[in-house]
Every structure is written in structure tokens, then in C-alpha cells.
């Protein structure tokens, strides 16, 4: 069963536009990751969050892990091309390391 | 500090041959862990390495092996190629066993024809 839901799954949003991943767990979250990914290529970390209530940014990505530590949010403000990708969160998950969701490919539009 | 490094980054085999692929982690990091990815499947762990030892392990049948060197590379092999088994394969690296935070290698596109 899919233990990380990510939503949505595609996204188009024209440049300069604000927009929002979200990433839910079945199980409580003790440690979130996302990272983005060019289409075929590898990940690159963005940000780890663990407590809950935590915020993290990166340049004009900011991510949140909710106070019940069963959903992360990742937000994009004044969404730029260079943003373009895929974005992936991961959850800790013992002795498999980490599981992903299926992942929100984002597309931003001149 | 150079990322992790896969090579090949393409490879294209046969059914039935066998591949080996491989992953120099970050300078310092010990722990080394193999994924797939597909579009089916998404990503999935394969297993991770740390100390030359398989530590853990996803579940993945046992033609999909692999091993660890003195100075952290790691090696992934898969025999028997199956038509399925076409996918991206990352490397990742992390400090230690108990690392979650990992960093991903640019990865090893494999195709089974």
C-alpha cells in the first residue's frame, strides 16, 4: 500500500504564480525529505524536516511539517522555470531507509 | 566536496545477460543505498551498505546483489536481466547507518531489450 501520498501529481502553473505540494502519511512522520529531480536524472536534497511545526526554506521554497507529523506542505512563491521538475518526498522508514511518494511533476509556463 | 559519481549513466543489455553498475559516494560518507526507479513502481530501495556489509535490504529478488569496497564505492549487480528490470538505478550516500539525509548520484538508466 502507498504509505506517501503526494498531490497533486501534475501541476501547470504560470511563472511568477505561487503554488503548493502536499505530501500525507499514514503513519506519523519522524523524519520528512524532499527533494526535486530532473526528469531521468538523480534527486537533489531541498530540505529534512523532524519536528513537528518545523519550517524550513530554501531560496523560494519553504516546507512545513504539520503539528500531528502527518503531512508536509512544500510552497513555491513567485514560481520561476528553473523550478520546473519533479519534487519527491521521502519518510524515514527504518531498516528500508527511505520511502517516497510518487512524486508532483511541476511545470511552470512563460 | 564531488558529489556521488554512477557510471555508466547509460547501459543497454540483453535479456538473460547480467550488469554491473557502479557508485563512489561523497568523500566521508560510509553508508551507501541503491534504489530503482520507474514509472510504474516509482522509487524503491534495494539495499544499503556500510562497512563493506549489506545492512539492509528492500524487497527485491536475489539476482539483484551487490557489494561494498574498503573505501565506501559500491558495486550493484543484476543476473539474469528481465525486460522489467529496465529502469533509473540512484546511488545515494549518507554519513553513517543511522543517516537518513541522503544525497543522490545523477543515476544509471538501464535498458533490457
Known amino acids: 500500500s502507498q504509505e506517501l501520498e503526494q498531490s497533486p501529481q501534475s501541476l501547470i502553473v504560470q511563472e511568477g504564480k505561487n503554488l503548493t505540494i502536499n505530501c500525507t502519511s499514514s503513519?506519523?512522520?519522524?523524519?520528512l525529505y524532499w527533494y526535486k529531480q530532473k526528469y531521468g536524472e538523480g534527486l537533489i536534497f531541498l530540505m529534512m524536516?523532524?519536528?513537528?511545526?518545523e519550517e524550513k526554506s530554501h531560496e523560494k521554497i519553504t516546507a512545513k511539517l504539520d503539528e500531528k507529523k502527518q503531512q508536509s506542505s512544500l510552497h513555491i512563491t513567485a514560481s520561476q522555470p528553473s523550478h520546473a521538475g519533479i519534487f519527491l518526498c521521502g519518510a524515514e522508514k527504518g531498516a528500508q531507509k527511505l520511502v517516497f511518494g510518487q512524486g508532483t511533476r511541476l511545470t511552470i509556463n512563460p | 566536496k564531488a558529489g556521488v559519481t554512477q557510471t555508466p549513466r547509460y547501459l543497454i543489455k540483453t535479456r538473460g545477460q547480467q550488469v554491473t553498475l557502479s557508485c563512489s559516494p561523497i568523500s566521508g560518507h560510509r553508508s551507501v543505498s541503491w534504489y530503482q526507479q520507474t514509472p510504474g513502481q516509482g522509487l524503491q530501495f534495494l539495499f544499503e551498505y556500510f562497512s563493506e556489509t549489506q545492512r539492509n535490504k528492500g524487497n527485491f529478488p536475489g539476482r539483484f546483489s551487490g557489494r561494498q569496497f574498503s573505501n565506501s564505492r559500491s558495486e550493484m549487480n543484476v543476473s539474469t536481466l528481465e525486460l522489467g528490470d529496465s529502469a533509473l538505478y540512484l546511488c545515494?550516500?549518507?554519513?553513517?547507518?543511522?543517516?537518513?539525509?541522503?544525497?543522490f548520484g545523477p543515476g544509471t538508466r538501464l535498458t533490457v531489450t
Open positions: 524536516l523532524q519536528k513537528g511545526g
Open positions: 545515494a550516500s549518507s554519513l553513517g547507518l543511522s543517516t537518513y539525509e541522503q544525497y
Open positions: 503513519k506519523t512522520l519522524y523524519g
